[in-house]
């Protein structure tokens, strides 16, 4: 999802639209002084089954996100929390990070990175897949 630099509003609309095992992946253009997304998001995401989250950009709430569970991959934290006006979009094409999302993609991050596998890659992948 896109959303306009401190604000948060589309994130709260994508946990209406979210289903279980999805990962959200935010782009907030990389803005460092508000966060996007706190403890309360994560207890909701969880209680909806959420996967993750990426956010190109800042959450707050660190020590109790990750004492919570679902990975969280941002570029840091910060205190300050967002405005609830929009505008943005939930379930588009977007950057993250400047790397090309899309509605189905497959997200993967480990400590070091996050990967996007596109969608159309996926049977590509799976064919090459060599399981014991």
């Known amino acids: 999802m896109d959303l306009q630099a401190a604000d948060n509003l589309m994130l709260y609309k994508a946990l209406q639209l979210v289903r279980p095992g999805d990962v959200l992946v935010v782009n907030p253009g990389g803005h460092m002084c508000n966060a996007v997304w706190g403890e309360l998001m994560t207890r909701s995401a969880m209680a909806l089954g959420i996967a ?11 020590a109790a996100n990750r004492k919570l569970g679902p990975p969280i991959f941002a570029r840091g934290t910060t205190p300050v929390g967002s405005e609830k006006d929009g505008p943005g979009f939930v379930n588009g094409v977007i950057s993250c ?24 890659h996926i049977p590509c992948v799976l064919e090459h897949l060599k399981i014991d």
Do not use: N, T
């Open 52 to 62: 993750g989250l990426v956010v190109d950009g800042v959450v707050r709430d660190g």
């Open 97 to 120: 990070g400047g790397v090309v999302v899309r509605p189905g993609d497959v997200i993967v991050g480990d400590d070091d990175r996050v990967v996007v596998l596109p969608v159309e």
